[in-house]
């Protein structure tokens, strides 16, 4: 029996008041092995804890009738690449390879025994001890951990906030690399939300224009046209994202990327946030407009059906999404 740590987290709009719990495997990869989860950890003098420096990646892994499967493997890989190479961090593409990444993580999810959907979080850590405040040339140590049962949004449909906080800019920190340190703006606009009584925010950037949820992308749906910001609304990429695209086309719904005004949102036919933690959640509000009429749209639905379907490999022409882990 594999021991699994508890996490507390809060979703008020799901249930009000309440707590759901999410569970982390108590077995990591961390460097070059696996270690107990309590056992992974970083020095207090590294850029990691100091600066917030390292960049990460969560991804599914999934239970399909081929075994278990990492979705979206090497785009997972590329982006951590990205994201190192934006932020200056030019020692881990020299020590890592997609190969290798498919390894340590086949590892991981043999260790823990693991039987369900999971979720798993990669992490390359700049540990290098008080080197100021500066990335290249530095020591990474890459971290990994499994986690299921993680709801960051309500199923059922999520009220969103327009955040006080705006998304920090390209020309500032990118939201186009994953660095933990740019979560902080993260969770200031979650935080600003969860205490007013929403599930989450919606970011604007600098001119006002819509971004992104504090942890997932967002697409709405007017008069069937499937339009969501484009990649230079300083949005993270999402993986989820570039599928949900990739499915609608295939689907015959027309895909716009554009800029995009607040209030075309309160106005849509659908509104659903995307993520591989958030899914393809439905958005039943926002700033106190109900959309539409507060139920699950009908594209909305079909996309959500869809990504089910490929995650769990039961459409042939996506299983080359799927990293089979063996
Ligand atoms: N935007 C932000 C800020 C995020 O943190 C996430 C979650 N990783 C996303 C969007 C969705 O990205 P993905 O679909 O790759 O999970």
Not at 25 to 42: C, D, H, Q, R
Not at 82 to 96: L, M, N, P, Q
Not at 304 to 326: A, M
């Amino acid at each position: 029996m594999v021991e699994q740590l508890p996490l507390k987290q809060w979703v008020p709009g799901s249930s009000p008041g309440g707590r759901t719990m999410a569970r982390i495997y108590n077995k990591a990869f961390f460097g070059s092995k696996i270690v107990p989860v309590k056992e992974a950890s970083l020095s207090i003098a590294s850029s990691a804890v100091l600066y917030g420096l390292s960049v990460y990646t969560v991804f599914p892994v999934c239970i399909t009738k081929k075994g278990i499967v990492a979705f979206r493997l090497k785009d997972h890989f590329k982006r951590l690449i990205d994201s190192a190479k934006i932020i200056g961090i030019d020692t881990f593409e020299k020590e890592w390879n997609e190969n290798k990444f498919t390894k340590a993580i086949t590892e991981l999810i043999k260790a823990n025994k693991i039987k369900e959907d999971v979720l798993v979080r990669a992490t390359v850590h700049v540990d290098e001890l008080l080197p100021g405040t500066r990335s290249r040339g530095l020591h990474t140590t890459v971290s990994m951990f499994a986690y299921g049962d993680y709801k960051v949004l309500p199923e059922g449909g999520a009220s969103l906030k327009t955040s006080v906080w705006r998304r920090v800019p390209d020309y500032a920190i990118p939201s186009r690399a994953k660095v933990n340190g740019a979560y902080v703006n993260s969770v200031l606009a979650k935080q600003d939300a969860l205490d007013s009584g929403y599930d989450d925010c919606i970011f604007l950037d600098a001119d006002g224009h819509v971004c992104e949820l504090s942890a997932a992308n967002i697409f709405f749906v007017r008069d069937g046209v499937l339009i969501t910001p484009d990649t230079a609304s300083d949005i993270l990429e999402g993986i989820t994202r570039r599928t949900i695209i990739e499915l609608a086309r295939g689907m015959k719904i027309p895909v716009v990327e554009r800029k995009v005004d607040l209030t075309e949102l309160y106005i849509a036919d659908e509104v659903f946030a995307s993520g591989t933690s958030a899914l393809a959640t439905p958005v039943r509000e926002i700033d106190k407009r109900i959309i539409k009429n507060g139920e699950t749209g009908k594209i909305t639905k079909s996309l959500q059906k869809k990504y089910q379907e490929i995650l769990h490999g039961r459409d042939p022409k996506y299983t080359r999404l799927l990293t089979v882990l063996k």
